[in-house]
């Protein structure tokens, strides 16, 4: 549901995984709440288990994920962001149901963690799985945003001249 109401907001999911995040990496992640009362219960949610893990594209990606996760608590999201992701899945601060980077170059320092190096990926189109997630790194962030942007703005032109519904789907 969450993946589906991303999409109808305009995202690309460029790369997905499902992970459970260590201890480091959560701490990580989330060093801005060390010291507040509830980071422990934070750190021990995140990595009690499997987090589904994405790289979303989109013109103002970053401004944009902030405004459809909604408010840190879900009790402020309902109040004032009713139609957010935080609004409709989350249950209190620690189980908000969604996160996200706090700006582009931590977006950038994030995916590299983990989501690793495009090295490790074989160029030979035969041994490419088109299902396969394509990897972000710092080197191709900006030209496959901008590609993604692209795509997304031709899919609304065509969508505009071929009068589609907002309810079909479109592969893209």
């Known amino acids: 549901e969450i993946e589906e109401q991303i999409r109808k907001s305009g995202f690309f999911i460029l790369a997905k995984k499902t992970e459970k995040l260590t201890q ?4 990580q992640f989330y060093h ?3 010291g507040k ?12 288990g499997p987090s589904e893990i994405l790289v979303l594209s989109k013109e103002n990606a970053v401004e ?4 459809l996760m909604g408010p840190e608590t879900p009790k402020q999201a309902m109040e004032t962001a009713p139609v957010s992701l935080r609004a409709l899945y989350g249950v209190d601060l620690v189980h ?11 977006a950038k320092t994030e995916i590299t963690q983990l989501f690793g190096n495009i090295d490790t990926i074989d160029e030979d189109e035969e041994n490419v799985n088109e299902e396969d997630p394509i990897i972000i790194t710092e080197e191709n962030f900006e030209e496959l945003t901008r590609a993604a942007t692209t795509i997304q703005k031709r899919y609304k032109l065509f969508k505009k001249k071929t009068d589609i519904s907002s309810d079909e789907t479109v592969g893209y």
């Open 24 to 27: 480091e990496n959560a701490a």
């Open 37 to 48: 009362d509830y980071y422990e219960e934070l750190i021990n949610y995140m990595t009690s």
């Open 64 to 67: 944009s994920w902030k405004e």
């Open 96 to 106: 908000n149901a969604v996160d996200g980077s706090s700006d582009v170059d931590q």
């Open 32 to 34: 801005s709440h060390h």
